[in-house]
């Protein structure tokens, strides 16, 4: 009942035009009311339907218009979506260089440090080195990438900042830093001491050397540092790998498409410049054999203006060439 109510309000016009229609019939069908009455109660009828028709379409051009204005509005809406989505897209861009910069610096452990310096060996046209006395790269880093320069025929430009022998301060500095680490011998069967400090840095020099002479595709620059760093730096053409003496620590690596990649170029180069560095070209006055003598070896460092001390004699020169041309690795196992 309550819904049939509510139609007859909703619908009063067209109710009242029914029950008028079905009034006007009852009384024609009639004798006693005249003529004119059922005339005049035609029209009222009739009167009234066309109100409600009028009505209807007022209501109906409303609607259209609440339509028109709806689709308008939406037109607006789908005309700038694309601009919306262009901003959503440079936000989204935003938030994933955020993201690559926050996440720039990847810490490597265990047996994954010697893994990718393995692969950043494998394709590199330069190498740059900043650490103790360059122990590992005689023994691993310089013949291996030789040898990945060789088979791809391609240069090589290589870079050494290592401790300045000749500075016994600094050499001891570092020895007793490496006997802090560990009291027991590395990898060579060896304990750091001052002395040792010193064969190491003069076996990287004379490595060079050695190096430069058989390779036509490898240009190689050493400077003496005056300065101990505990960190070391290997940068190659595809990423820079931070590690510290105590290989227990984590190291990091950084790619080289990361901007603090081009920061730690930087920082090598003017570390670079802050040293001595080794005339280099001035070893071509001595020819060094496959197995370079005790005499080349001295006449070498002569030529480089950097004397081996006179407490050095033939046994400590033949340990410096054993440590230049046959280096064992210290961190093998």
């Known amino acids: 009942m309550k819904r049939l109510v509510l139609w007859v309000a909703s619908n009063l016009d067209a109710f009242s035009a029914l029950v008028l229609a079905l009034s006007v019939g009852a009384l024609g069908l009639t004798t006693g009311v005249p003529q004119g009455v059922v005339d005049s109660a035609i029209l009222l009828t009739l009167a009234v339907l066309a109100e409600s028709i009028l009505r209807d379409r007022w209501r109906r051009g409303g609607t259209e218009q609440e339509v028109y204005q709806s689709v308008q509005q939406s037109a607006a809406v789908l005309r700038e979506l694309p601009r919306q989505l262009s901003e959503v897209d440079e936000l989204v861009g935003s938030a994933r260089a955020a993201f690559n910069q926050a996440s720039m610096v990847r810490m490597l452990t265990g047996a994954e ?3 990718v310096q393995a692969e950043a060996r494998q394709r590199t046209d330069l190498w740059y080195f900043k650490g103790g006395t360059g122990t590992f790269i005689r023994a691993v880093t310089l013949p291996e990438c030789i040898e990945n320069a060789r088979r791809r025929r ?3 430009d290589f870079r050494i900042e290592i401790l300045d022998p000749s500075n016994e301060e600094v ?3 570092y020895a007793r830093f490496r006997r802090s680490l560990s009291d027991r011998p590395d990898a060579t069967g060896e304990l750091w001491t001052v002395d040792r400090t010193r064969k190491e840095s003069y076996a990287t020099i004379l490595a060079a050397c050695w190096h430069q002479q058989r390779s036509g595709l490898l240009r190689i620059d050493v400077w003496l540092s005056p300065l101990m760093s505990t960190f070391r730096a290997d940068l190659s053409s595809s990423c820079v790998i931070i590690t510290q003496e105590d290989p227990s620590v984590p190291a990091m690596m950084i790619d080289s498409d990361k901007i603090h990649y081009r920061r730690w170029n930087i920082e090598l180069q003017y570390s670079r410049e802050q040293a001595r560095k080794v005339p280099i070209e001035q ?3 001595v020819v060094l054999d496959d197995e370079p003598t005790v ?6 460092f002569s030529a480089l203006t ?3 001390p006179r407490s050095f ?3 400590e020169v ?3 060439i054993l440590k230049a041309i046959k280096a064992r690795n210290p961190y093998a196992t």
């Open 113 to 115: 440090v010697g893994q």
């Open 306 to 308: 950097i004397p081996l």
């Open 295 to 300: 005499e080349q070896t001295r006449r070498l």
């Open 283 to 285: 070893a071509k006055q």
């Open 154 to 156: 391609g240069t090589l």
């Open 318 to 320: 033949s340990d410096i």
């Open 313 to 315: 004699g033939d046994r």
């Open 171 to 173: 050499c001891d500095l």
